[in-house]
């Protein structure tokens, strides 16, 4: 077999992206009209990758949680339970939680094409030619950035392709950040240089509005992250389900936040999901707690297939922590469309202190201030007014009363699905029908997460096969997602299977008929042995658990 190619190198990018769109994982949301930047539709193979990643964390999390035993590292036994609060909520909540006031990115508009950019996204690099000088701002992936900036830089000097020597570049690519000459910069989709405004605040909550009358009083936000809905929640399921700390409440659902400059395919969009714990804590106990969830996250991705140097943990350093946490960790992952060495944020593992339930009860609270105290708006009173409930918790034992401090694993479902696919996606060489080698395509998803677990394929459509196969793929239909295919010659029908990721081919042919035994192969190795049919499902199932 030849050598594996690994993200990173090529076009690896834009190799995944092809395949997810001509396999159906993810198609451009309102495509027939031209696309809506910022978010994308699942298709029939996606939307099972996406469902069997929430199923894998929500397993993990709920479903599967031993409540009564001392797990490795931890410091009790502890409860998981779950919830599904909405995407609207009260406007207050967002207050409170700082996202009314914090929850903002920079950005720069381009008077000459009206874009509008996130300044810490524009990068470029200085060129001269023809006595002037330009800073050339691009908004590309890495690999694309220098090619991008020669085209713009050839149109905007006027210079034709045999001229190219002509343009005399300065330095390595910088952020727009480091430039102070802004009336020197071509902006990203601009002719004329200096068309960029000074950077200004912009809120990336959406705004909407509830009922009839559009006013300040009926406005309201699509919440921008699923972690207020359960704080909010916090006493309801503390009276309502019997929980005792430490426990956590799990949420999965769609959060949405106004990115300026969405982009890398569904790593940065508008509207994507979340899936987000909080796990309560006595105060005295929540450092330990934090490094069990930071461990056991990093482990979960680990356990699902990414590994090696792509995958690594950011310890955030003492002076990026709030005084009111006592660790943050980032899950990354060396995503191809990132420059080599770089790492994007699948998921923040954070110690939020009382913060939150404070903040939700008292006011909000200012980050800032050590101790935590109750931010003063210009008049001196409460900038923003809490609920006024008491978010404390009275232990049943001890009868101790105490805010309880906060742990937040926060993922992204949709990078989590991107980081997996990006992973998976492999090119070899496999055998045709003759016994060549021809180069084949491969996505190595953990057999959990495949969208597709089995494809039972009839080696020839006559002799009683597919009849046999039909009966099989019934069968096998009742425990997981499976796909017959009869057509074509079955070294084809295997690769088809290769490129969207299904662990197990299971063929029928003339030994079938006569000894009852099928084939079957493995996606990886490729090796093919004979079974009986009722063996399948418990091979299948073995995979899917380790
Ligand atoms: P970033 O710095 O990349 O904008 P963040 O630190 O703001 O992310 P959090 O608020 O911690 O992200 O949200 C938790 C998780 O939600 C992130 O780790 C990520 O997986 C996911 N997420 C956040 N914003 C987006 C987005 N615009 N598109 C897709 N996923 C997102």
């Not at 036994?77 to 996202?99: N, R, Y």
């Not at 910088?174 to 430039?179: H, R, Y």
Request: net charge negative; proline share 5%.
């Amino acid at each position: 077999m030849a050598a594996a190619e690994s993200p990173g190198e090529g076009r690896m990018m834009e190799k995944i992206v092809s395949l997810c769109r001509r396999r159906g994982f993810l198609f451009q949301s309102s495509e027939i009209y031209g696309g809506m930047n910022g978010c994308w539709d699942y298709g029939p193979l996606g939307v099972e990758l996406k469902r069997n990643v929430k199923d894998a964390w929500w397993r993990d999390m709920i479903s599967a949680h031993d409540d009564i035993s001392v797990l490795a590292g931890a410091p009790a036994a502890f409860e998981m339970v779950g919830l599904d609060s909405t995407i609207l909520m009260h406007p207050q909540v967002w207050k409170c939680s700082g996202h009314y006031d914090l929850f903002h990115d920079m950005m720069v508009d381009c008077r000459e094409s009206k874009k509008r950019y996130r300044f810490d996204q524009i990068r470029g690099r200085w060129v001269e030619a023809k006595g002037r000088r330009a800073f050339v701002a691009v908004i590309a992936d890495a690999d694309a950035e220098q090619e991008v900036a020669h085209a713009r830089a050839m149109k905007f000097f006027n210079l034709r392709g045999k001229d190219a020597d002509k343009l005399v570049w300065d330095g390595e690519f910088i952020s727009l950040e480091d430039v102070g000459e802004v009336e020197e910069v071509l902006a990203p989709d601009a002719k004329t240089l200096g068309s960029l405004t000074e950077p200004r605040e912009f809120n990336l909550m959406f705004q909407t509005n509830i009922g009839a009358v559009v006013d300040v009083e009926s406005t309201a936000f699509l919440r921008p992250e699923t972690a207020q809905g359960i704080f909010c929640n916090f006493k309801n399921v503390v009276d309502s389900s019997r929980v005792q700390i430490p426990f956590g409440i799990a949420q999965i659902g769609k959060s949405f936040r106004n990115e300026i400059t969405p982009r890398n395919f569904t790593f940065r969009v508008r509207e994507f999901e979340q899936m987000e714990m909080e796990f309560f804590c006595h105060p005295s106990q929540s450092s330990e707690w934090y490094r069990f969830w930071r461990d056991r996250r990093m482990a979960w991705y680990q356990a699902h297939g990414l590994s090696g140097e792509h995958l690594i943990m950011r310890e955030h350093a003492e002076d990026e922590l709030s005084h009111y946490s006592t660790g943050t960790a980032d899950i990354e992952y060396a995503f191809p469309f990132l420059p080599p060495g770089s790492f994007g944020e699948l998921e923040g593992i954070a110690h939020r202190g009382d913060f939150d339930l404070r903040s939700h009860s008292e006011g909000k609270l200012d980050p800032n201030s050590n101790p935590l105290v109750v931010e003063l708006g210009e008049n001196g009173k409460p900038k923003y007014k809490g609920s006024g409930k008491d978010l404390s918790y009275r232990d049943p034992v001890s009868n101790e009363r105490f805010i309880p401090h906060v742990i937040e694993p926060a993922a992204g479902a949709d990078r989590a699905a991107l980081a997996f696919l990006c992973e998976a996606y492999c090119e070899d060489e496999a055998p045709d029908d003759s016994g060549k080698l021809q180069s084949r395509t491969v996505l190595r998803f953990h057999p959990r997460l495949a969208p597709t677990k089995v494809a039972v394929l009839p080696l020839v459509k006559k002799d009683g096969m597919p009849e046999y196969a039909q009966g099989l793929y019934r069968e096998l239909k009742k425990e997981f997602p499976v796909f017959y295919d009869e057509k074509s010659a079955v070294g084809r029908r295997y690769r088809r299977q290769d490129e969207i990721g299904t662990p197990f081919c299971v063929t029928i042919d003339g030994e079938t008929l006569s000894d009852g035994t099928v084939t079957i192969r493995d996606r990886d190795t490729m090796e093919q042995r004979r079974v009986k049919p009722d063996e399948v499902v418990e091979i299948v199932r073995r995979a899917m658990r380790t």
